[in-house]
């Protein structure tokens, strides 16, 4: 099955600078990777997401990027805020529904 | 407001009884899932349902159950049978195998 690995575990950056978080996974046949960011007691909310056919989406001050040949995606954040501070998740998935797998979550510190 | 709602957002339970998690959508979705969340780890899937009457297991079914009798409703049971049930359970909705809009959540502990 789907095994995703996420990067760092936390990751604390000045207000202002970037953050780059890591996820890999293992199935081939995933292609759609999403991003969720969870604010402390709330709920999970899609913040971006990536299909396997591009290799690169933005929104704002978000982006993912994603390399195929070698099962990595990546989320940047460029001009932190102390807003962005969260839990982020990333997650792998395919067509089948229900299949997504998470990766264990990077908390981000946003300092000002 | 169109949403997720799950309730009781906490619940206590003593060692060896069954606890039913609701989760109610007004989406009009027709996927639901259920996830737990752990300190440290991802969201790990318990089961979903693509359609009324159908569920599958995820990857950690065992001492759980579902039913999927309506469209806007996929209660969850924590049986007994759980080990560890202690955990931060989320349910989640989609239209299709996209994007998943998830409930406020409900805190569960064993005592």
């Known amino acids: 099955g789907e095994n995703v690995e996420q990067h760092p575990s936390t990751l604390s950056v000045q207000e202002g600078d970037s953050a780059v978080i890591k996820c890999t996974y293992s199935?081939?046949?995933?292609?759609?990777f999403p991003w969720y960011k969870q604010e402390l007691g709330k709920r999970p909310q899609l913040i971006i997401d990536?299909?396997?056919?591009?290799g690169e989406k933005k929104d704002q001050r978000i982006a993912v990027t994603l390399n195929k040949t070698a099962k990595h995606f990546s989320l940047h954040i460029t001009e932190t805020q102390p807003e962005d501070s969260a839990v982020y998740f990333c997650a792998a998935g395919s067509d089948s529904w229900g299949k997504f797998q998470f990766g264990a979550g990077t908390q981000v510190v946003v300092t000002p | 407001d169109g949403g997720i709602t799950q309730s009781p957002k906490y619940l206590f339970r003593k060692e060896g009884q069954n606890v039913t998690l609701s989760c109610e959508q007004n989406l009009n979705h027709d996927a639901m899932y259920w996830y737990r969340q752990d300190p440290g780890q991802g969201l790990r899937l318990i089961y979903y349902s693509q359609i009324v009457n159908d569920f599958q297991k995820g990857d950690i079914a065992e001492g759980y159950s579902v039913s999927r009798e309506k469209k806007e409703s996929f209660p969850l049971t924590v049986t007994s049978a759980q080990k560890n049930p202690t955990a931060f359970y989320l349910c989640a909705s989609s239209v299709g195998p996209g994007e998943l809009f998830f409930g406020e959540g409900s805190r569960l502990t064993v005592l």
């Open positions: 990536i299909r396997s056919n591009v």
């Open positions: 199935d081939s046949a995933s292609n759609y």
